[in-house]
């Protein structure tokens, strides 16, 4: 089983719509989750950490974390062309204070 | 100059040549990453360093060699490598310490060609 697992993709959202980007992850201990964006021949690019079960919001992003069932998501609304890229879950493995284990990202594909 | 650059951004190698890959961060983190990012594959973290001490090598071959001389610098050199290792290298910094990780802030990578 893979650590941390995401739907390659592409994923196709039209323009405007909200686009749900899925993460789930094998370590149950895990503490921190993050999302990167990554566009074509680019470096990772942060854009939401979430450490808490629940929702977070920073402005059209919306993480969502639920340990229970090892799984979180990126929701992106009102998306935008901007937006094509791929999506990159991270996972902070117990008992290594600073070892982030990747999926193999999901790419989104916004639709004018 | 803020953040973390790397160089060179392109290398084109042979297999027997000797050269280096540099990451500098400006952010005053403490612990740096060497990941190389394969096509269609995840990204593989390959060196970690807490304090210019390396904590973490993943099975990394002999022939990537790191060296962190100190907390803002980080260097992987490379000699005598095979076609398989053409890779996207990143370098990242992150600020360590419990209870979390802290984010890690990525370079713009050192795409590497083996001819």
């Known amino acids: 089983q893979k650590e941390v697992e995401q739907n390659s993709g592409p994923l196709s959202v039209p323009e405007g719509a909200i686009a749900s980007l899925n993460c789930t992850y094998s370590?149950?201990?895990?503490?921190?989750f993050f999302w990167y964006r990554q566009y074509s021949g680019k470096s990772p690019e942060l854009i939401m950490s979430i450490y808490s079960n629940g929702d977070k919001e920073d402005g059209r992003f919306t993480a969502q974390l639920n340990k229970a069932s090892q799984y979180v998501s990126l929701l992106i609304r009102d998306s935008q062309p901007s937006d094509s890229a791929t999506y990159l879950c991270?996972?902070?493995?117990?008992?290594?204070?600073?070892?982030?284990?990747f999926g193999t990202g999901t790419r989104l594909q916004v639709t004018l | 100059e803020t953040g973390v650059t790397q160089t060179p951004r392109h290398l084109v190698m042979g297999m027997t040549n000797k050269k280096s890959l540099k990451c500098e961060q400006h952010l005053g983190h403490n612990a740096m990453y060497w990941y190389k990012q394969s096509a269609k594959k995840p990204l593989e973290l390959m060196f970690v360093?807490?304090?210019?001490?390396?904590?973490e090598n993943n099975s990394v071959p002999s022939r990537f060699s790191p060296e962190c001389p100190n907390s803002s610098h980080l260097f992987l050199h490379l000699h005598t490598l095979q076609p398989e290792d053409s890779a996207l290298y990143l370098c990242?910094?992150?600020?360590?310490?419990?209870?979390?990780?802290?984010?890690?802030?990525f370079g713009q990578g050192t795409r590497l060609t083996v001819v």
């Open positions: 370590d149950r201990v895990s503490q921190s």
């Open positions: 991270a996972v902070k493995s117990a008992g290594t204070a600073s070892k982030l284990t």
């Open positions: 990242a910094s992150s600020q360590m310490g419990p209870p979390r990780a802290t984010e890690a802030f």
């Open positions: 360093y807490n304090f210019k001490e390396q904590t």
